[in-house]
T-cell receptor, first 113, second 116 residues
Framework: DTEVTQTPKHLVMGMTNKKSLKCEQHMGHRAMYWYKQKAKKPPELMFVYSYEKLSINESVPSRFSPECPNSSLLNLHLHALQPEDSALYLC????????????FGPGTRLTVT | QQQVKQSPQSLIVQKGGISIINCAYENTAFDYFPWYQQFPGKGPALLIAIRPDVSEKKEGRFTISFNKSAKQFSLHIMDSQPGDSATYFCAASKEGSGGGADGLTFGKGTHLIIQP
């Protein structure tokens, strides 16, 4: 089973709202990732968590705040977003160590109004 | 700086034909090269991947060819079917500082259409 689940599927939020995206995997993977994908573009890496520690932050604005409460869960907290932040937010996981295969969830379609 | 260059941007192939998508990379530290398939509104799905120690890998109708000296790799889809119509991304990764892999660096994608 290579399933990564993401909730919610769709989210519409105003620029003053605070919301969170959730990602879950039960494959025992030790690395988890957040990507952002704009329409007709490739996914762009935002954050990497390895063994529950933040190992990569690709200079993402502080209005995006990741959190890894345990090895199965990854959250992305959103605050004071801009309309240009509207995109598909993808979560992925991989086993870690020498196993690089990343499995993506279906994504959360975010619209900022 | 685009580290993984992908071509063509779009491709139309007749049913039963061979679809070929090419990628080139710049960073010699990359040591893992996957291909992903993405349908509209869905997350990318891992198709096939290769490491630099082999020159070719085949899984069903999908084959990756890898040329380490040229820093190029390609995806071949044999007997292409209308259900293969999707966007295909090549990607590259390397060992991360935190253990395990870094994130993926993607090519810009190829929109593939298989005509019946």
């Amino acid at each position: 089973d290579t399933e990564v689940t993401q909730t919610p599927k769709h989210l519409v939020m105003g620029m003053t709202n605070k919301k969170s995206l959730k990602c879950e995997q039960h494959m025992g993977h030790r690395a988890m990732y957040w990507y952002k994908q704009k329409a007709k573009k490739p996914p762009e890496l935002m954050f990497v968590y390895s063994y529950e520690k933040l190992s990569i932050n690709e200079s993402v604005p502080s209005r995006f705040s990741p959190e890894c409460p345990n090895s199965s869960l990854l959250n992305l907290h959103l605050h004071a977003l801009q309309p240009e932040d509207s995109a598909l937010y993808l979560c992925a996981s991989s086993q870690g160590g020498a196993h690089y295969e990343q499995y993506f969830g279906p994504g959360t379609r975010l619209t900022v109004t | 700086q685009q580290q993984v260059k992908q071509s063509p941007q779009s491709l139309i192939v007749q049913k039963g034909g061979i679809s070929i998508i090419n990628c080139a990379y710049e960073n010699t530290a990359f040591d893992y090269f996957p291909w992903y398939q993405q349908f509209p509104g869905k997350g990318p799905a891992l198709l096939i991947a290769i490491r630099p120690d082999v020159s070719e890998k085949k899984e069903g109708r999908f084959t990756i060819s890898f040329n380490k000296s040229a820093k190029q790799f390609s995806l071949h889809i044999m007997d292409s079917q209308p259900g293969d119509s999707a966007t295909y991304f090549c990607a590259a990764s390397k060992e991360g500082s935190g253990g395990g892999a870094d994130g993926l660096t993607f090519g810009k994608g190829t929109h593939l259409i298989i005509q019946p």
